[in-house]
C-alpha cells in the first residue's frame, strides 16, 4: 500500500507565495511521474505540473512561469512553489504519483489540500 501525504496548503495574498509538499510513502520500489493537480468547485479536475523521475517537467498554461514543481527522489517527495498566485488559483490541490511496488504501477492520490488565494 502507498500513501501520498500533502502540506503546505492555506490562504495566501495575491502576489504572495506558497509552497506545497507531497510524501510517498509504504511499498515503493520506484516513482515514475509525480505532479499536482487541482479542482475548483464546480469545476473538473486539471492538471497543474508534473514532473518525470528524470526531472523533466510539464505545465498547465496557466501557472507557467508563476508555479515551480520539483522533487527530492532520495525523500520520495514532491513539491510545488506557487509564486505570484492568483484568485483564480482558488482550489484543493491534489499530488498523484505513479508507484512501480513490485507487481506493477499504481496511481496514487492524496487526499487533497485547499488553497485559497484572497485578491
Known amino acids: 500500500q502507498v500513501q501520498l501525504v500533502e502540506s503546505g496548503g492555506g490562504l495566501v495574498q495575491a502576489g504572495g507565495s506558497l509552497r506545497l509538499s507531497c510524501a510517498a510513502s509504504g511499498r515503493i520500489l520506484s516513482i515514475n511521474d509525480m505532479g499536482w493537480y487541482r479542482q475548483a468547485p464546480g469545476k473538473q479536475r486539471e492538471l497543474v505540473a508534473v514532473?518525470?523521475?528524470?526531472?523533466?517537467?510539464n505545465y498547465a498554461d496557466s501557472v507557467k512561469g508563476r508555479f515551480t514543481i520539483s522533487r527530492d527522489n532520495a525523500k520520495n517527495t514532491v513539491y510545488l512553489q506557487m509564486n505570484s498566485p492568483k484568485p483564480e488559483d482558488t482550489a484543493v490541490y491534489y499530488c498523484?504519483?505513479?508507484?512501480?511496488?513490485?507487481?506493477?504501477?499504481?496511481?496514487?492520490w492524496g487526499q487533497g489540500t485547499q488553497v485559497t488565494v484572497s485578491s
Open positions: 498523484n504519483a505513479k508507484v512501480f511496488s513490485g507487481s506493477g504501477y499504481g496511481q496514487y
Open positions: 514532473t518525470t523521475s528524470s526531472g523533466s517537467t
